[in-house]
């Protein structure tokens, strides 16, 4: 059981039976009240945002959850297909739900982690960094760099992506999959 300051961005607690990962959580005093912590929550069966507040006398319970590895096959209508490495024939969809904005980074035969609770993939959890390799980039045209402009790639996921300007068609650069941004080409091998 946690207390009511120990919740705390990135843990994962039950809320009205349903598995909550806490987004933002902060702890303060209203004028001469006890102090109490304001968190935002985001159910992970649901995907709903709930802002709840809780009191010192407040307590909440860590959700078991366990981690098993995935890979990513295909995706199709809407659908995101995976298999247990150990057992390839192990194959299952997950929805656009489940899987969250961040499915436009998964390549074919990647390998991420699977978030279960009760028998049941609540989530993804993908690598932060991840190299996909740029199919289509606009010429760069001269003079435009002057400012250190950048420019929208597509990538081989369909994925579009701000990187500056020198970066050209067929190049591997490292992309942050939390917030869609670039990092830095990729070390070449």
């Not at 597509?154 to 990187?163: D, I, N, P, S, Y």
Request: with cysteine; glycine share 6%; net charge negative.
């Amino acid at each position: 059981m946690l207390s009511y300051n120990e919740i705390t961005s990135g843990k994962i607690i039950l809320y009205n039976d349903e598995p909550c990962e806490v987004l933002s959580s902060w702890v303060f005093r209203k004028q001469q009240r006890k102090p109490v912590n304001q968190t935002k929550l985001r159910g992970l069966k649901s995907g709903k945002t709930l802002e709840i507040t809780f009191h010192q006398p407040d307590k909440a319970e860590e959700a078991d959850l366990e981690t098993r590895e995935v890979t990513f096959i295909y995706s199709r209508n809407g659908e995101y297909w995976f298999m247990d490495p150990k057992n390839p024939r192990d194959r299952f969809p997950l929805g656009e739900s489940v899987i969250g904005s961040r499915g436009i980074y998964l390549k074919e035969n990647t390998t991420v982690e699977a978030i279960v609770f009760e028998d049941e993939i609540m989530s993804l959890k993908l690598p932060i960094k991840m190299n996909l390799t740029v199919t289509e980039a606009p010429p760069n045209i001269k003079g435009n760099t002057a400012q250190g402009g950048n420019k929208s790639v597509t990538l081989e996921t369909g994925a579009k992506v701000l990187t500056p300007m020198f970066i050209e068609e067929g190049e591997i650069i490292t992309v942050n999959t939390e917030t869609g941004e670039y990092i830095s080409r990729a070390p070449q091998q």
